[in-house]
């Protein structure tokens, strides 16, 4: 089975410009979450989605949204891109996303590598 | 203060020692515990989850303390192929995932 896919791996853009990053989850996964690591940090939580519905938002900007469509797949997008966007973004995936103990185990794709210049 | 907070490390050690990764966290509503491991520009995977209970995986060997709230991962017999970062993760709901910053392992023959 295929694992969590993410799209594009790497990408460049310039300040002021916006960007839209995909994910597929694990099939039979209906839960998507999104995180972003920076170099030399722990990844930092954006947002969570489960049938098509946002069930958790981190601390992070209006510049960020998301979505996740019937098929259960996500984009993330980021607006008005920052130097400080610059990141691995991480996208992840569960059965399910409940906060039971132990419920909450994530299986997380490649990443895609976002260099703002 | 961070709400997980690790040594950073580097931890530099020779093959065949055995090492250990600390852990504190500041939620105490904090419901599931894990380690993962993310090796240079990859992804984050997990390593084990954490019970209360303690746990081992082979050569690992986890321990939570919710009343200090305080995690550990103990490394037997360390390889080369165990050099990584470690990462403390805690869940607090949902999919909401906390991370540490790491602890960076090297192993050296």
């Known amino acids: 089975d295929a694992g969590v896919t993410q799209s594009p791996t790497h990408l460049i853009k310039t300040r002021g410009q916006q960007v839209t990053l995909r994910c597929s989850p694990i099939s039979g996964h209906k839960s998507v979450s999104w995180y972003q690591q920076v170099l030399g940090q722990g990844p930092q939580f954006i947002f969570q989605?489960?049938?098509?519905?946002?069930?958790g938002r981190g601390n992070f900007p209006d510049r960020f949204s998301a979505r996740q469509f019937p098929n259960y797949s996500s984009e993330l997008n980021v607006n008005a891109l920052l130097l400080g966007d610059s990141a691995l973004y991480l996208c992840?995936?569960?059965?399910?996303?409940?906060?039971?103990?132990?419920?909450?185990?994530?299986?997380f794709g490649a990443g895609s590598r976002l260099t703002v210049l | 203060r961070k709400e997980v907070e690790q040594d950073p490390g580097p931890f530099n050690v020779p093959e065949g020692a055995t090492v250990a990764f600390n852990c504190t966290y500041s939620?105490?509503?904090?419901?599931?515990f894990f380690w993962y491991r993310q090796d240079c520009r990859k992804e984050p995977k997990l390593l084990m989850s954490?019970?209360?209970s303690g746990n081992e995986d082979g050569r690992f060997t986890a321990q939570l303390n919710r009343a200090s709230q305080y995690i550990s991962l103990l490394i037997r017999d360390s390889k080369l192929s165990d050099s990584a970062t470690y990462l403390c993760?805690?869940?607090?709901?949902?999919?909401?995932?906390?991370f540490g910053a790491g602890t960076i392992l090297r192993v050296k023959s």
């Open positions: 989605y489960y049938e098509k519905e946002e069930r």
């Open positions: 993760v805690v869940g607090i709901y949902g999919n909401k995932l906390v």
């Open positions: 954490v019970y209360s």
């Open positions: 992840a995936s569960s059965r399910n996303p409940d906060g039971a103990p132990g419920a909450n185990v994530l299986t």
């Open positions: 939620n105490s509503a904090s419901q599931s």
